[in-house]
Nanobody
Framework: QVQLVESGGGLVQTGDSLRLVCAASGRAFSTYTMGWFRQAPGKAREFVAA????????YYSDSVKDRFTISRDNAKNTVYLQMNSLKPEDTAVYYCASTGNRLWGRAVVTRATPYDYWGQGTQVTVSA
Protein backbone atom coordinates (compact mmCIF):
# COMPACT_ATOMS: atom_id res chain seq x y z
CA GLN A 1 0.00 0.00 0.00
CA VAL A 2 1.27 3.45 -0.94
CA GLN A 3 -0.07 6.68 0.45
CA LEU A 4 0.49 9.95 -1.35
CA VAL A 5 -0.12 13.35 0.21
CA GLU A 6 0.09 16.52 -1.84
CA SER A 7 0.66 20.02 -0.51
CA GLY A 8 1.69 23.44 -1.72
CA GLY A 9 -1.35 24.53 -3.67
CA GLY A 10 -2.93 27.93 -3.29
CA LEU A 11 -4.24 31.09 -4.88
CA VAL A 12 -1.71 33.07 -6.92
CA GLN A 13 -1.66 35.65 -9.67
CA THR A 14 -0.69 35.24 -13.30
CA GLY A 15 3.07 34.98 -13.63
CA ASP A 16 3.63 33.75 -10.08
CA SER A 17 5.27 30.50 -9.04
CA LEU A 18 4.27 27.61 -6.79
CA ARG A 19 5.97 24.40 -5.73
CA LEU A 20 3.83 21.37 -5.15
CA VAL A 21 5.10 18.62 -2.91
CA CYS A 22 4.02 14.98 -2.84
CA ALA A 23 5.10 12.91 0.15
CA ALA A 24 4.93 9.15 -0.34
CA SER A 25 4.92 6.25 2.05
CA GLY A 26 6.44 2.90 1.19
CA ARG A 27 9.96 1.52 1.23
CA ALA A 28 10.05 0.96 -2.53
CA PHE A 29 9.62 4.62 -3.47
CA SER A 30 12.88 4.63 -5.42
CA THR A 31 11.36 2.09 -7.83
CA TYR A 32 8.17 4.05 -8.50
CA THR A 33 7.54 6.14 -11.54
CA MET A 34 5.82 9.28 -10.28
CA GLY A 35 3.43 11.51 -12.16
CA TRP A 36 1.49 14.72 -11.74
CA PHE A 37 -1.95 15.10 -13.27
CA ARG A 38 -4.52 17.87 -13.03
CA GLN A 39 -8.24 18.26 -13.42
CA ALA A 40 -10.04 21.52 -14.05
CA PRO A 41 -13.79 21.90 -13.39
CA GLY A 42 -15.82 20.23 -16.11
CA LYS A 43 -12.76 18.76 -17.79
CA ALA A 44 -11.08 15.37 -17.87
CA ARG A 45 -8.00 14.64 -15.82
CA GLU A 46 -4.90 15.41 -17.86
CA PHE A 47 -1.24 14.51 -17.69
CA VAL A 48 1.18 17.18 -16.53
CA ALA A 49 4.56 15.58 -15.88
CA ALA A 50 6.25 12.28 -15.01
CA UNK A 51 9.63 11.29 -13.64
CA UNK A 52 11.41 7.96 -13.83
CA UNK A 53 12.29 6.12 -10.63
CA UNK A 54 15.94 7.16 -10.95
CA UNK A 55 15.07 10.79 -11.64
CA UNK A 56 17.10 10.75 -14.83
CA UNK A 57 14.22 11.06 -17.27
CA UNK A 58 11.11 13.20 -17.40
CA TYR A 59 8.14 13.88 -19.62
CA TYR A 60 5.96 16.99 -19.76
CA SER A 61 2.75 17.93 -21.48
CA ASP A 62 3.16 20.54 -24.19
CA SER A 63 1.07 23.00 -22.17
CA VAL A 64 3.53 23.10 -19.25
CA LYS A 65 6.84 22.32 -20.91
CA ASP A 66 9.46 25.00 -20.22
CA ARG A 67 7.40 26.36 -17.31
CA PHE A 68 7.07 23.38 -14.95
CA THR A 69 9.81 21.13 -13.57
CA ILE A 70 9.30 17.75 -11.93
CA SER A 71 11.95 16.41 -9.59
CA ARG A 72 12.29 13.87 -6.81
CA ASP A 73 14.30 13.12 -3.71
CA ASN A 74 14.30 9.37 -3.16
CA ALA A 75 15.96 9.76 0.22
CA LYS A 76 12.93 11.76 1.38
CA ASN A 77 10.26 9.79 -0.52
CA THR A 78 9.18 13.05 -2.09
CA VAL A 79 8.40 14.35 -5.56
CA TYR A 80 8.09 18.01 -6.47
CA LEU A 81 6.45 20.05 -9.16
CA GLN A 82 7.93 23.52 -9.56
CA MET A 83 5.47 25.67 -11.47
CA ASN A 84 6.65 28.98 -12.90
CA SER A 85 4.96 31.60 -15.05
CA LEU A 86 1.55 30.37 -13.99
CA LYS A 87 -1.44 31.13 -16.17
CA PRO A 88 -5.19 31.13 -15.43
CA GLU A 89 -5.51 27.99 -17.56
CA ASP A 90 -3.29 26.18 -15.05
CA THR A 91 -6.11 26.42 -12.51
CA ALA A 92 -7.03 22.88 -11.46
CA VAL A 93 -6.78 20.28 -8.75
CA TYR A 94 -3.33 18.72 -9.02
CA TYR A 95 -2.86 15.05 -8.22
CA CYS A 96 0.26 13.06 -7.50
CA ALA A 97 0.30 9.43 -8.66
CA SER A 98 2.65 6.48 -8.49
CA THR A 99 3.15 3.29 -10.44
CA GLY A 100 5.53 0.42 -9.72
CA ASN A 101 7.17 -2.25 -11.83
CA ARG A 102 9.61 0.33 -13.20
CA LEU A 103 7.18 1.40 -15.92
CA TRP A 104 8.44 3.98 -18.38
CA GLY A 105 7.86 5.23 -21.90
CA ARG A 106 5.85 8.24 -23.05
CA ALA A 107 2.92 6.16 -24.32
CA VAL A 108 2.61 4.53 -20.89
CA VAL A 109 3.32 7.07 -18.18
CA THR A 110 1.44 9.96 -19.76
CA ARG A 111 -1.81 8.07 -19.27
CA ALA A 112 -3.67 7.81 -15.96
CA THR A 113 -4.49 4.12 -16.18
CA PRO A 114 -1.03 2.68 -15.34
CA TYR A 115 -0.89 4.56 -12.03
CA ASP A 116 -1.84 2.47 -9.03
CA TYR A 117 -2.04 5.05 -6.28
CA TRP A 118 -3.27 8.63 -6.18
CA GLY A 119 -3.19 11.44 -3.67
CA GLN A 120 -6.19 13.46 -2.59
CA GLY A 121 -5.21 16.46 -4.70
CA THR A 122 -4.27 20.05 -4.01
CA GLN A 123 -6.05 23.06 -5.49
CA VAL A 124 -4.12 25.55 -7.59
CA THR A 125 -5.95 28.71 -8.58
CA VAL A 126 -4.35 31.33 -10.81
CA SER A 127 -6.13 34.66 -11.05
CA ALA A 128 -5.90 36.83 -14.13
Amino acid sequence: QVQLVESGGGLVQTGDSLRLVCAASGRAFSTYTMGWFRQAPGKAREFVAAIRWSGENTYYSDSVKDRFTISRDNAKNTVYLQMNSLKPEDTAVYYCASTGNRLWGRAVVTRATPYDYWGQGTQVTVSA
